[in-house]
Nanobody
Framework: QVQLVESGGGLVQAGGSLRLSCAASGRTFNMYAMGWFRQAPGKERKFVAS????????YYVDSVKGRFTISRDSAKNTVYLQMNSLLPEDTAVYYCAGQPSGISRYNYWGQGTQVTVSS
């Protein structure tokens, strides 16, 4: 099992920045990738960004490219999402997720952290 705990959410004005953190514990040696998803009120949860645990390859949804950066600190078992130039439409609950090796889906989820961007 893997436990994920997010932190770093909050209220920020449009154009501002936030950095989310996701601390992983447990059987992290078996992780293939970590991702960030978000869910706005009344909408489905959607993919934001991901990073492979070993190689550091990154992927982003088009709407955050150039504004968000995902990174990981393997020594700390922590994944970050640096969010710059935030827009009101970035307002959502942000979830950290873990994809185990050999599994084609994200099996592990954090509890979520609220990000609110005011206009």
């Amino acid at each position: 099992q893997v436990q994920l705990v997010e932190s770093g959410g909050g209220l920020v004005q449009a154009g501002g920045s936030l950095r989310l953190s996701c601390a992983a514990s447990g059987r992290t040696f078996n992780m293939y990738a970590m991702g960030w998803f978000r869910q706005a009120p009344g909408k489905e949860r959607k993919f934001v960004a991901s990073i492979t645990w070993s190689g550091g390859s990154t992927y982003y949804v088009d709407s955050v490219k150039g504004r968000f950066t995902i990174s990981r600190d393997s020594a700390k078992n922590t994944v970050y999402l640096q969010m710059n130039s935030l827009l009101p439409e970035d307002t959502a609950v942000y979830y950290c997720a873990g994809q185990p090796s050999g599994i084609s889906r994200y099996n592990y989820w954090g509890q979520g952290t609220q990000v609110t961007v005011s206009s």
